[in-house]
C-alpha cells in the first residue's frame, strides 16, 4: 500500500473517462495482478510477463526479473527503433527491453498512470501481434482510480521531423482538449496499397478501431530478418505476412485497412512513453518508431513547444474550492 485509498465516490462515470484522456485528478492503475507466457518476436525466447499494481506516481516501468533491475518506459531511455521499440539503461547494455510499443499502447488506451511490468527475458511476448491480448489482460486484471494529480503535455507549437525517404511525423496544437491522429502509408503494388486513417485517440476508440490490427512484414523481407537474427519468433500467428499482392495469413485479414490501424496503434504506443497524455495532433505519412522517437524528443527538448497542464494546479483549485466551502 502506498497511503492512497481508493476513490470510491464523488466522481461519476463521465469524469473518469474525461481522465482518462488528459488531465485530472484521478490516477489508474491496475486493480490486481495478471501474468501470460508467450514468444519474443524477435528473440524467439519464451517469456513470462506479469502486470502489476504499482506505486501512484511511479508511472510505468519494465522490470527485467532475470537481471533484477528497473527500467522505466520513458523516451529518453529509447535505444533502438528498427522494428520494434526498445528501451534500455545507459552504460548496460544487457539492461534492455524490447517490442514494447503493444502493451504501451493497450495501457496508455486504457488510462493506466501506473504499472510495473515484469519479464523474464528481454522482450515483451507479441501474443497475436495486436494489442487486444494486453486489453484483455487489463480487463481481467480491472482497474483502479485513485484522488491523485495527473497532469497532461499540451502541445503549443508545430514540431515536425522527417527522415530522407520521404517519411515525416508531426505534432501540432489541438483547439480541443484531445488527442487526434492522421495516419498515412504507402507501399506501393503490394496487397498493402495507400491506406489512410484519421480519429479521435479515447478508451472506446482504440479498443473498438485500432486493438486488434495485427503487426505486418513483407515476405521478401523474412528471411533477411531471420539470417540478421530477427524476427527468430516470428510466424503467421503473430504476425500478417504479404507477399506481393497476396495475404499469406491463411485466415486473412481482420479489417481490410489493418495495416494502417497497426501503424496508428504503434502511434499509440511510442508516444505513450512522454510519460504522461498528449494534447495534440499528429500527422505522419509512412513514420515508424524512430521517426515516433523522434517527434517526441523534438517536441519535449524545447520547453516552448509544450506546456504541462492539470495536476498539481488542479489540486490547488480544488483545495481552494474546499476552504471556499
Ligand atoms: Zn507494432
Known amino acids: 500500500m502506498d497511503g492512497f485509498a481508493p476513490l470510491t465516490h464523488g466522481y461519476g462515470p463521465q469524469d473518469f473517462r474525461a481522465a482518462s484522456h488528459g488531465a485530472g485528478l484521478t490516477r489508474r492503475r491496475l486493480a490486481s495482478s495478471i501474468g501470460c507466457r508467450g514468444v519474443g518476436l524477435h528473440s524467439g525466447l519464451t517469456i513470462s510477463l506479469t502486470l502489476k499494481p504499482a506505486p501512484l506516481g511511479s508511472g510505468i516501468v519494465f522490470h527485467r526479473s532475470d537481471l533484477g533491475l528497473d527500467i522505466p518506459a520513458r523516451h529518453d531511455l529509447v535505444v533502438e527503433t528498427r522494428l520494434c521499440t526498445q528501451i534500455g539503461l545507459p552504460d548496460n547494455r544487457a539492461a534492455r527491453v524490447g517490442t514494447i510499443e503493444h502493451i504501451m499502447a493497450a495501457l496508455a488506451a486504457a488510462g493506466i498512470d501506473d504499472a510495473r511490468i515484469e519479464l523474464d527475458g528481454p522482450e515483451v511476448p507479441i501474443l497475436d501481434g495486436s494489442a487486444a491480448p494486453f486489453l484483455f489482460l487489463i480487463d481481467c486484471a480491472g482497474t483502479v482510480e485513485h484522488y491523485a494529480p495527473r497532469a497532461a503535455i499540451e502541445v503549443l507549437r508545430r514540431v515536425r521531423v522527417e527522415d530522407s525517404h520521404g517519411a515525416w511525423a508531426e505534432l501540432s496544437p489541438n483547439p480541443e482538449p484531445a488527442f487526434d491522429a492522421t495516419v498515412s502509408i504507402d507501399f506501393g503494388e503490394t496487397a498493402i496499397g495507400r491506406q489512410s486513417l484519421s480519429l479521435r485517440i479515447s478508451v472506446e476508440s482504440f479498443r473498438r478501431e485500432l486493438a486488434d490490427a495485427r503487426t505486418f512484414t513483407l515476405a521478401e523481407d523474412v528471411a533477411r530478418l531471420r539470417a540478421a537474427g530477427l524476427a527468430q519468433g516470428g510466424s503467421l500467428a503473430n504476425a500478417v505476412v504479404v507477399d506481393g499482392p497476396m495475404i499469406l495469413n491463411p485466415g486473412g485479414l481482420r479489417r481490410p ?69
Open 257 to 325: 485497412d489493418e495495416f494502417v490501424r497497426h501503424k496508428m496503434l504503434d502511434v499509440v504506443g511510442d508516444l505513450a512513453l512522454a510519460g504522461a497524455p498528449l494534447l495534440g495532433r499528429f500527422t505522419g505519412h509512412r513514420s515508424g518508431h524512430a521517426l515516433n522517437n523522434q517527434l517526441l524528443l523534438a517536441l519535449l527538448r524545447d520547453s516552448r513547444n509544450w506546456r504541462s497542464t492539470g495536476g498539481a494546479a488542479l489540486v490547488e483549485v480544488e483545495r481552494e474550492k474546499l476552504v471556499a466551502a
